[in-house]
């Protein structure tokens, strides 16, 4: 797909109207009240959701012969939320701050970045709606799933190295059906530099995203929520798509990561789908990320210091039982295989997890446990590959 088909699928999805969103949380305001503290000004004219949400992990990674090699024992998110609307419903805004340090994405950019989402959506009817802000890119699944409806404790691998994440941008979102077919659209034009960021450079990034969901849609927006805690009647599926291209990014993971030494074109392309049915969840992503340059950079003054694209594809999969009594089983597999091209510095990254969930309130209120393998494999001698195993116990409590 050229550049120029990618912008025009993405002004169609911005520029049409008569639609409908049924989207995850994430990409639109709280205003019903269902979560959360609920205000109304005495007017009507303002309303206003506050809601915060806490994880506290304990994580032990060991080495084969089952010595604690680290321990990673924190706060791992800590959020607040806040959304409403406007003078009426069809003005909302969602505005989300985060205060636990690896939730600022300190270590890459040496700030704390507290603000997280700030946008202002304009709803057209109910079946279009326009964002204008800072939010999550249309991209894959399991990255707008909001953390917080997650099933194991954190996102995958292959999230971490392949996600769109956040941006600054216009966003549209638009639902309809085609008989029993229905579908969501969405596209984001945006700055391709992540979050608050002081300055942008003059390339773009356009996304857009197709869902379909041809047994109708699920129970309180089960397509973006991990686990079947609704225990759906029918079988329910959902097939996701799309593809993103980042003009001029600077840095090695497209929205984030650390700086690289010059500009680089970054194409990528995602797939997903998630089947439900009376307590089963199967869920799988694929990922991958492209350059059409040298994925290696270096800086001009000192030709040692390099930083690269993170190139190559990732496969996730997630299976779960939940029980009537909200005792769930969960498993996953996720694979992150590295472009021929860097293979020299990147390895071939696998996790294997099983973990045990119980939900108090469903996902606002939930304590986990996991144990896990993880195995690095190298391409390059000169790098030893490494194995190790997990154990991680979280709490989350939000309201």
Not at 139 to 153: A, D, F, K
Not at 159 to 174: E, P, Q, V
């Amino acid at each position: 797909m050229t550049k120029q088909t990618l912008l025009f699928i993405v002004l169609i999805f911005i520029s049409f109207t008569g639609l409908f969103a049924q989207t995850e949380v994430d990409e639109r305001a709280m205003i019903s009240y269902r979560k959360g503290l609920g205000f109304n000004a005495p007017d009507s004219l303002f309303g206003l959701n506050i809601r915060f949400r806490m994880q506290s992990r304990a994580g032990f990674n060991f080495d084969e012969d089952m010595n604690i090699e680290s321990i990673d024992a924190r706060v791992s998110r800590l959020r607040l939320r806040f959304d409403g609307y406007m003078m009426n419903e069809k003005l909302t805004y969602y505005i989300q701050l985060s205060f636990s340090r690896g939730d600022q994405d300190w270590d890459n950019t040496h700030v704390p970045n507290v603000v997280r989402d700030a946008m202002v959506y304009y709803h057209f009817n109910k079946k279009f709606y326009m964002g204008f802000g800072q939010g999550k890119l249309p991209g894959n699944r399991q990255r707008i799933i909001s953390s917080g409806q997650q099933q194991i404790y954190d996102r995958s691998n292959v999230n971490a190295n392949f996600t769109l994440d956040r941006d600054f941008g216009l966003f549209a979102y638009y639902s309809n059906k085609a008989g029993d077919l229905h579908y969501n659209l969405k596209g984001a034009i945006s700055t391709g530099d992540g979050r608050n960021q002081l300055t942008t450079d003059k390339g773009l990034e356009y996304t857009g995203r197709i869902e379909l969901l041809p047994f109708g849609k699920f129970q309180n927006d089960g397509d973006f929520s991990e686990g079947d805690l609704e225990f759906e009647a029918t079988p329910k599926l959902s097939l996701g798509g799309g593809v993103s291209f980042n003009e001029n990014a600077i840095r090695t993971r497209g929205t984030i990561g650390t700086e690289l030494y010059d500009n680089r074109d970054m194409k990528s392309v995602f797939a997903d789908m998630v089947l439900k049915y009376r307590g089963w969840a199967l869920s799988s992503e694929y990922i991958s990320r492209a350059t059409p340059e040298s994925a290696f950079t270096y800086n001009e003054l000192d030709s040692t210091q390099m930083a690269y694209v993170v190139t190559g594809n990732g496969i996730d999969t997630q299976i779960s039982y939940c029980f009537r009594n909200y005792w769930e089983i969960a498993a996953r597999y996720s694979v992150v295989t590295p472009a021929t091209e860097i293979r020299t510095a990147a390895m071939r990254d696998s996790f294997y997890i099983i973990g045990v969930n119980k939900y108090l309130r469903k996902h606002l209120t939930k304590f986990q446990g996991f144990v896990g393998y993880r195995t690095q494999e190298t391409y390059n001698k000169a790098i030893p590959g490494k194995n190790n195993y997990l154990l991680v116990l979280q709490v989350e409590l939000g309201i």
